[in-house]
């Protein structure tokens, strides 16, 4: 008998460990996402780029042509950046003025449910009141009832109100009446109702169905992931909470989700297993996250639990601090009894011994600071790699300058010796050098500029309007308006400077300056402010 009950213990073994196996690997797995995090974060504004750059080429395209790619834009800031999905929503209303209805609507129904997100509900209640369901075309009622559920969800959430969940789920029910019942998305609503009408089990075979079919997944799996973790979270099952949570976390930094609520709640968990490191970690980024795409209620989320969990981190930490100075402490005290027994025995000692002694003490210290100095000249030669290069680059024309005046003198005193003074007076009235080496100069600097700034000239225009963006000429690397805001941006700002610097009058200086600011896409009191932070990573 006992031995049947080992055999199945034994048995079983793998499958007990399964879940914690999967969840290590998880966990490890979602650590090396968020080092390099910063990966997944150009790869989303990368896939924006290329949908700006094809702007660029169809500004002569159809209205059709440009109305998608402006709402593809909205689409790819939606949940990464709502300020900006704000700006191409405008866009897109610009563009179809009051021509097609049908689009206007739902255009409108994406700018309010847009607003719910960033916290502007009474513009977004507004616009909803001003639709009516027996208005728009049956194919918007969907986005009209998803639109209307999701501005109760997140007013609930902003504040805590179950009248507003409760309202939320009646516009579910409105919403479950037009989907297709084939769809994901049907399948999905059905168990989110589910799981907060306390039908769980069945939720749950629901949700890790669609989970399991990979076919049918794609974009779902966060979501699908995060209402399972809701799931065994009330099914008080803390280990397949945790794993799904796990994953949902996952997919959000791959697809670059700032608008996520899964960071949040993993911090959550691991702040009740007193993993204060882990939790700060989670929790601290929910919130950059939040802040960053500017979703109001996320935010509000995160700042509730943060002094919670902040304050059990500090906690941890001053407790490590303690524990460390009290080892500290101690290793000072044996420091100095095996100091004292050292010098009672090297008194036993002969003077060779101590010598020797001595010596190997002084080796290890030696050898100990020039592994530091290794390494700190290895810091400083990779921090000057750069200056070196300019500073070879600036002595090369310092003495390329030289030469050439070195070689204008011996001109002038052959002349002069020659008696060719007609020659050399039209030489010296000549502007010809003096344009030549300002020509160089300008070259000289807008190569140098470039190479410090490469994507300067991109960055500059995403400042203007598409209409107005300013390109160098073919054979140019800056033009005069570029190179004035260059300078700008390596903080001459002094139009008097400027115009030395570019041999104008400060009237024009100051004429080309107001020109280009006429041109912003926003206020043209910061535009250069703007200038000033191009190639700064948090410009944005």
């Known amino acids: 008998m006992i031995r049947h009950i080992l055999f199945l213990l034994i048995s079983l073994q793998p499958i007990l460990l399964l879940g914690q196996y999967d969840i290590k690997n998880l966990e490890k797995e979602l650590d090396l996402l968020l080092d390099k995090e910063e990966q997944y974060h150009q790869i989303r504004l990368e896939k924006i780029n290329k949908l700006k750059n094809n702007l660029l080429f169809k500004r002569n395209s159809t209205q059709k042509s440009l109305f998608d ?231 509000i989320e995160g700042t509730t639990f943060y002094p919670i969990i902040n304050a059990s981190y500090q906690a941890k930490i001053n407790a490590q601090n303690k524990k460390l100075l009290f080892n500290l402490v101690l290793i000072s005290v044996l420091t100095v009894v095996l100091i004292a027994g050292i010098i009672f025995i090297i008194k036993q000692m002969n003077k060779l011994s101590a010598i020797r002694s001595q010596l190997s003490q002084t080796n290890s210290q030696l050898l100990q600071m020039n592994r530091q100095i290794h390494k700190n000249n290895i810091e400083l030669s990779e921090a000057n790699h750069i200056k070196e290069e300019y500073i ?3 002595f090369d024309m310092c003495s390329s300058y030289i030469e050439k005046i070195d070689v204008l003198r011996k001109d002038v005193i052959k002349k002069a010796n020659s008696n060719q003074i007609k020659e050399l007076i039209a030489e010296l009235k000549s502007t010809k050098v003096i344009e030549d080496e300002v020509a160089e100069l300008y070259h000289n600097f807008d190569t140098i500029f470039l190479n410090l700034y490469p994507s300067f000239i991109e960055d500059f225009n995403s400042l203007l309007r598409e209409e107005e963006i300013i390109l160098p000429k073919k054979n140019e690397l800056l033009n005069t308006e570029l190179r004035i805001f260059a300078l700008i941006r390596l903080g001459i700002d002094d139009s008097v400077k400027i115009a030395s610097f570019l041999r104008y009058s400060l009237r024009t200086v100051y004429n080309y300056r107001t020109k280009v600011r006429n041109k912003a896409i926003g206020d043209r009191e910061e535009f250069e402010n703007l200038v000033k932070k191009i190639g700064n990573i948090d410009r944005k």
């Open 69 to 299: 790619i402006h709402y593809q834009l909205f689409e790819q800031y939606q949940k990464f950046q709502s300020d900006s999905a704000l700006t191409y929503i405008y866009k897109c209303q610009e563009i179809i003025g009051q021509e097609n209805d049908s689009l206007r609507i739902k255009l409108q129904l994406d700018l309010a449910h847009l607003y719910s997100t960033k916290g502007r509900y009474l513009e977004a209640n507004e616009i909803l009141k001003n639709i009516s369901p027996q208005t728009i075309p049956v194919m918007l009622l969907v986005k009209y009832y998803d639109t209307y559920l999701a501005f109760y969800s997140h007013y609930g959430q902003s504040n805590n109100n179950n009248i507003y969940y409760r309202q939320s789920e009646l516009y579910r029910d409105s919403l479950l009446q037009y989907l297709d019942p084939n769809a994901i998305s049907y399948q999905i609503e059905i168990a989110t109702r589910d799981i907060f009408a306390g039908n769980r089990k069945k939720a749950i075979e629901a949700l890790e169905y669609i989970l399991q079919n990979k076919n049918n997944t794609g974009e779902y799996t966060a979501l699908v992931s995060y209402l399972l973790g809701i799931a065994y979270k009330q099914e008080n099952n803390p280990e397949k909470q945790k794993y799904y949570v796990l994953r949902s976390a996952i997919e959000d930094i791959k697809n670059a989700n700032k608008d996520n609520a899964s960071l949040q709640d993993l911090a959550l968990i691991y702040y009740g297993e007193e993993n204060f490191d882990r939790a700060f970690k989670l929790i601290d980024k929910a919130i950059k996250d939040a802040i960053y795409c500017d979703v109001r209620y996320r935010i």
């Open 392 to 394: 070879a680059q600036f």
